[in-house]
């Protein structure tokens, strides 16, 4: 038989509500406070015009295409970091009694300033702060709160029971992580995402409400669709990694910094709809359009690019030389498939 909790099983009151309120305000003036101090380096940014990217390679493209485009990643690196820090103040503002809805905004909060470039920025700025960004503070500070936001959501319970061993021991493997080697690291955190996966699923089929059931899609779909963005974002950027040193980067690196800070946006967005029940039953149409069209675009994308290289090789056999008609061709047949 199916369980539910009680409508007011994580409503502060009294004095948590006050420590929690006031835990809150300090992590929301720490952030706002890293966000200011990072405004310089984003001006700086701006300001600097050349053929180089915003950690200062060199990029094959000439200055005004360079400052537009590096230009649109700084726009999207702000966006990214004030919507996050927008909709922790609107969950806080809403509904700060709640004590999983002001988890998720402290949450919010650190990821903007983490993960959205704010950190990263300011500690390429000043040269007194330690590079601490990637390496450090993002294991310490988002390790344990995003186990725990997929043990505990969306109704601040453990369940199954077990789960919250899951966040006990990402504690010490949030240390961990900074001495032990990568692969050994990841694997252990797998684990642990693992189990946090299982208890979601758990919780879907057995507990959740028809409610809590829609909240959870939109916040599972939102974590998948990131994974899935990063995952396309991440083979151009393998590229520019594997390129030798010194080397100019290709123009495209810029608009896929932009896309990076653009995707980053995702996650707080759906976990803000699935908190505030925000229209929560449109997320079945959006996953059913999602796998139609991105099934469609994919398939769109290989026809593309696999009609240009078999067309290119048809020109050189029957003509010796390479021919923009390829493309031509290839372009308005998938104008017309689509």
Known sequence: ????????????????????????????????????????????NVLTLGQADWMGAPVEAPAGLVFVLDLLGVLASIAAALVCLTLAVVLFWRRSDDWMVMFISSYLLLYG???????????????GWPSLAVDVVQPLFLTTPTIALFVLFPDGRFVPPWTRWLILLSIPL?????????????????????GA?????????????????????????????????????????????????????PWWTLVNSAGWWVALTIVPLSL???????RLYDIDIIINRTLVYGSLTATLVVLYFGGIVVLQRMFVLLTGQQSTLAVVASTLLIAALF
């Open 272 to 278: 803000s709809i699935g908190v505030l029940r925000y």
């Open 1 to 44: 038989m199916s369980t539910r909790a009680s409508p007011s099983a994580t409503t502060l009151r009294g004095r948590w509500l006050l420590l929690a309120r006031a835990a809150w305000v300090i992590i929301a003036a720490l952030a706002l406070g890293l966000f200011l101090a990072s405004i310089p380096a984003y001006v700086s």
């Open 174 to 194: 949030s240390v961990a992580m900074l001495y032990l080697p990568p692969s050994y690291s990841w694997a252990l955190m797998g684990m642990i995402v693992l």
């Open 113 to 127: 300033t983490i993960m959205a470039g704010p950190l990263e920025w300011a500690e390429a700025f000043y040269p």
């Open 197 to 249: 996966i299982y208890a979601q699923i758990y919780r879907y089929r057995h507990v959740s409400t028809p409610t809590e059931r829609q909240q959870t899609k939109w916040v599972l779909f939102g974590f998948l669709l990131w994974l899935v963005l990063m995952g396309i974002l991440g083979v151009p950027y393998s590229i520019e990694m594997s390129l030798p040193a010194g080397s100019p980067l």
